[in-house]
């Protein structure tokens, strides 16, 4: 199956800037949609941006103007760019992406998760 390894996170002072970066592995015949989750302790998990096949995007009130999701289609890597950072972004970052896989004969499609990375933003 697909395998999302995440990199980027850390800790940086309000007002900073972070580049979240998520790369998929496995034999994929396609991605549909990518996106970041996040979640901070104590809270439910928040889908903080998306990303579609096609480029168009989609993100939560509270990042909008501050982050950037994109994509790198040849190297099936997802990546947020966090500017204007806030403490209220500290949490711990996951990507998702919704994925055909090839497995055995034929085609599987699923959701997968990222390890997650922490992002911790301080005042």
């Known amino acids: 199956q697909v395998q999302l390894v995440e990199s980027g996170g850390g800790l940086v002072q309000a007002g900073g800037s972070l580049r979240l970066s998520c790369a998929a592995s496995?034999?994929?015949?396609?991605?549909?949609?990518m996106g970041w989750y996040r979640q901070a302790p104590g809270k439910q998990r928040e889908l903080v941006a998306v990303?579609?096949?096609?480029?168009?995007?989609n993100y939560v009130d509270s990042v909008k103007g501050r982050f950037t999701i994109s994509r790198d289609n040849a190297k099936n890597t997802v990546y947020l760019q966090m500017n204007t950072l806030k403490p209220e972004d500290t949490a711990v970052y996951y990507c998702?992406?919704?994925?055909?896989?090839?497995?055995?004969?034929?085609?599987?499609?699923?959701?997968?998760w990222g390890q997650g990375t922490q992002v911790t933003v301080s005042s």
């Open positions: 998702n992406v919704d994925a055909t896989t090839l497995q055995g004969t034929g085609r599987k499609r699923s959701n997968y």
């Open positions: 990303i579609s096949s096609g480029g168009g995007t």
């Open positions: 496995g034999i994929i015949v396609s991605i549909n949609v």
